[in-house]
């Protein structure tokens, strides 16, 4: 038995599908003399591939681990799935790695899958090496893959294939500290590039082919150069990141030991470890003891699963990637359903996103998965495994609940001789937080241990809503009273008393039904957007306006999942092979049709019996119920909270009303931005002014005296003038042609346009940018001169600001919106605004330049008054100028 030594890295290589992954894993093996012989994916000898079933695939579906020497660094490769079916496995091992590898095709570019892996290594701190694949293929070439990556991932990709010292500037750039030390030595030494990659300051980049083994050896010495050995602490932590069984079926723990050390015959709470093994491929050593940094697998460990802490190490994160399809697993005629079931469970604790459950009703099990591919390799799994085949139903949406307002959840458990309350405070938490359990009560008032029970029971068990009995998400739930009998209280009552609590909370506010949403980018050739938009519009989705690049026009942006179904098969159609589809989860959001998907569910609160909301209480030597809307009356203790109406939430919860699909999901939480317009425009009232355009006029209405219809004149209603200014910029091409060269001169060119406008027409002129890109945009609402200039919040975009402005205002005034988008034209009209075309925006301005030159040089009056009068100082004086000759109209 040997020991493995003291300084290990854990490197992780991550890739979209078909990136080359494990042939550069299999090509950085063979340079460093760990295998003899460079297998290969499509010959089906791949060293890491060594199950059947991804030698058959040519795909990675399990991450295994090999060890390579790296200068004096003993490094363990983990090798991922690249398939998004298998991304639950993938984002478990993020939470043990040092660095990661992130693989890039330089024939496909970056695709979807490469920023959801970009963003969950921002989300981990992981410091990333990028290695641009298959640079052997025709295609882009260094410099301008390069830049595709600073453009699309971060500025921070620095080319480390050419000699530190052309290095020096630009990395001196990516941070103060090394600045002022470039400054003043004029070098930077490799201790601050490690520093710096580290930090995630800097992501080096390395080109060449993994196939035909170039590069490769410049990137291993890249790697030996420039990470480090991270330092551990002397008490022993260890995470659970995977647990898989061998070939005899014992149960295999694996571990990245995170402190200190770990001996066999070791005792832990959750058992004692007979077995330590160091893996590479699928060989293993045995071994006596592991230190920290090491990567094992483990025996005598039975009830911990994947994302647990040991030792002093706290559990990991809750995954970000989970399965939003449900699937109802098909048994063979004769099948023991309930040993089925016992033997689906030990898949479970291999992959908890299976989340297998047992439908006892209808009698059926039913499992979450990725997708399609993952589907077909749970079959084959099933079988090799249990001897059985399998079938999957038909899927359906896995959608979440939560609740909108805070409230106090109580659950009382008092049968004979038996006793306990719990209170608990239930708050909604951020989007994607999850379920997140504490404590806020005294000892004094109940003892600790009690309180563990409480949390306990709290994460044992999967807590359904009560509008379809959907799984709970996005809520804090704090323990802030209990209490317990000296005598007669045992753990099982905690149990009930807690559970009983989070349901008659959720019975007592309102919930609200969430759906899983997908981020997108479609691509399609230009002839074909405007089908797109009309395609993502029927089905919810929020977009941006097209981006154009090259001959394809690109859409950003989100939509429901239960919407996308299989239209990637028809933009493939449609545009006869040209359009490209790339969908990842962004998370769960309200949802668009919850009245349809609650009524569809059939789900009754009041019958659920698993789920009971009432409470039991004792009087008289005997138990008896109290419906959950009738506790508070009963309870033992005192409310800690505010209690609301629950009368008036037996009324039927509807969803929220949705005006527009495409508006954003929080563009209708306030109108203070707008409200700030109107009153700094006109104070709190509602005074009238003259108009700039045509009037309107109102019915008229019916004379009080005799029933006789007498014409009345309605007062002018105020004249709004709302500018998509991203849409005009690149409509007029005098904007088009600036912005080309300086984005920030067209803005400005516009906006000084419209104020001359405005300065004429005396309307109310609010011009509107995106900022949907910035992340962390907050939004704003600027006074430019005599207009008014709104950026839009992050994830908002013109379109949709403007539309929920002309909902607000369009009752009360008269409101004009100047696009060339068809879409949006055709909404806002018909929600009661005009529609003007950026041709039409310009040839408006166009006529009222020469109204004011006309005026102007004639010296005739407009409404009593000199014209001039009425617009910005430099623009009146220069029009004074050209009236009495001193300068020419051209100039």
Not at 172 to 182: F, G, K, S, V, W
Not at 214 to 229: A, C, D, I, K, W
Not at 409 to 417: D, N, Q, S
Request: with cysteine; proline share 4%; net charge negative.
């Amino acid at each position: 038995m040997a020991e493995m030594p003291s300084k290990h890295i854990c490197l992780g290589i991550l890739a979209h599908v078909d990136a080359g992954k494990t042939t550069l894993a299999e090509s950085m093996l063979y340079r460093q003399g760990s295998i003899r012989t460079m297998g290969r994916v499509d010959h089906g000898n791949a060293f890491l591939d060594n199950y059947e079933l991804e030698r058959a695939r040519g795909i990675t579906i399990f991450s295994k681990q090999a060890l390579l020497s790296l200068g004096d660094k003993e490094v363990t490769i983990l090798d991922t799935p690249g398939h998004v079916d298998f991304s639950a496995e993938m984002e478990r091992t993020l939470q043990v790695l040092d660095y990661a590898i992130l693989v890039i095709s330089q024939a496909d570019g970056i695709q979807g899958h490469v920023l959801t892996l970009w963003k969950l290594l921002q989300r981990y701190r992981i410091p990333v090496f990028l290695f641009v694949n298959k640079m052997d293929q025709e295609g882009a070439g260094r410099e301008a893959v390069l830049a595709r990556l600073q453009e699309q991932l971060s500025e921070h990709c620095l080319d480390f294939g050419v000699p530190p010292e052309h290095l020096y500037e630009n990395l001196a750039m990516c941070d103060e500290e090394t600045l002022e030390q470039y400054l003043q030595t004029e070098i930077v030494t490799d201790d601050e590039i490690r520093r710096l990659i580290r930090e995630r300051r800097v992501f080096p980049c390395c080109f060449g082919s993994a196939l035909k083994d170039l590069g490769v050896e410049e990137f291993l010495s890249v790697l030996s150069r420039y990470t480090s050995v991270p330092v551990y602490p002397e008490e022993f932590a260890a995470q659970v990141y995977k647990v898989s069984r061998d070939v005899q079926g014992n149960r295999l723990t694996h571990l990245k030991i995170t402190g200190g050390s770990l001996k066999v015959k070791t005792a832990l709470d959750v058992g004692k470890i007979d077995q330590i093994r160091i893996y590479s491929g699928a060989n293993y050593q045995v071994v006596q003891e592991v230190q920290a940094g090491s990567i094992c697998a483990v025996t005598g460990l039975s009830d911990i699963l994947p994302g647990k802490g040991l030792g002093a190490q706290e559990d990991g994160a809750q995954p970000s990637l989970e399965p939003v399809l449900r699937y109802r697993i098909r048994l063979p005629e004769g099948c023991d359903v309930h040993g089925m079931l016992a033997k689906l469970r030990q898949l479970e604790e291999e992959d908890p996103l299976l989340r297998i459950s047992w439908e006892e009703d209808a009698g059926e099990i039913h499992a979450q998965v990725m997708g399609a591919v993952q589907m077909e390799v749970l079959q084959s799994i099933i079988k090799e495994r249990f001897g059985t085949e399998v079938s999957f139903g038909k899927g359906s949406i896995v959608y979440k609940e939560t609740i909108t307002e805070p409230v106090e959840g109580v659950g009382h458990f008092e049968p004979l001789r038996h006793y306990a309350e719990v209170h608990l405070l239930l708050e909604p938490g951020a989007r994607g937080s999850g379920l997140v359990f504490d404590t806020a009560v005294s000892e004094d008032e109940l003892d600790r241990n009690w309180q563990r029970l409480i949390l306990t029971n709290l994460a044992e068990k999967q807590h359904v809503g009560v509008l379809t009995g959907a799984p709970l998400t996005d809520m804090k739930i704090t323990v802030i009273a209990g209490k317990a009998h000296l005598k007669h209280t045992e753990g099982g009552d905690f149990r009930e008393a807690t559970w009983r609590a989070v349901r008659q909370g959720l019975r007592s506010t309102e919930s609200i039904l969430l759906e899983p949403v997908y981020e997108f980018r479609l691509e399609v050739p230009q002839e074909n957007i405007g089908r797109a938009m009309a395609d993502l519009t029927r089905m919810h989705g929020i977009f941006s306006q097209p981006e154009q690049e090259g001959l394809l026009s690109v859409l950003r942006g989100t939509v429901p999942a239960a919407s996308v179904g299989d239209y990637q098969r028809e933009v493939t159609a449609y545009t006869k092979g040209c359009g490209h589809l790339i969908c990842s989860l962004k998370g769960y959001e309200p949802c668009h049709n919850q009245e349809e998907i609650i009524a569809a569910s059939g789900y009754d609160p009041e019958t659920d019996v698993r789920n009971p909301s009432g409470s039991v209480f004792c009087a008289h030597g005997a138990g008896f119920y109290v419906p959950w809307d009738s506790v508070r009356d009963h309870m033992h203790l005192e409310s800690r909270f505010p209690v609301k109406d629950v009368k008036a939430l037996q009324e039927p919860q509807t969803a929220p009303v949705r005006v527009s699909s495409s508006m954003a999901s929080g563009g209708w939480t306030t109108d203070k931005e707008l409200e700030e317009i109107f009153t700094r425009t006109y104070g709190a009232g509602k005074e009238a002014r003259s108009g700039w355009g045509r009037s309107r006029f109102a019915p008229a209405p019916a004379a009080q005296a005799g029933n006789v219809k007498k014409p009345r004149r309605e007062v002018l209603k105020e004249e709004y003038l709302l500018v998509d200014g991203y849409n005009i910029i690149f409509a007029w091409e005098e904007l088009r042609e600036l912005a080309r060269i300086n984005i920030e001169s067209a803005r400005g060119r516009l906006m000084d346009i419209l104020c001359n406008y405005q300065g004429f027409r005396k309307n109310t002129v609010i011009l509107v940018f995106d900022a949907y890109k910035v992340e962390g945009g907050t939004g704003s609402v600027q006074k430019y001169h005599n207009i008014y200039v709104v950026y839009t919040r992050e994830a908002e975009t013109a379109d949709q600001y403007i539309e929920k402005a002309v909902h607000k205002i369009s009752p009360e005034h008269h409101v004009t919106v100047a696009t060339s988008d068809a879409l949006e034209q055709m909404i806002i009209w018909g929600a009661g605004a005009s529609r003007m075309s950026a041709a039409g925006l310009l040839a408006e301005i166009d006529a009222a330049c020469s109204e004011i030159r006309r005026d102007y040089l004639t010296g005739q009056k407009y409404t009593g008054e000199k014209l001039f009068d009425k617009l910005p100082e430099d623009l009146a004086a220069l029009m004074e100028d050209i009236r009495l000759g001193r300068k020419s109209f051209s100039e």
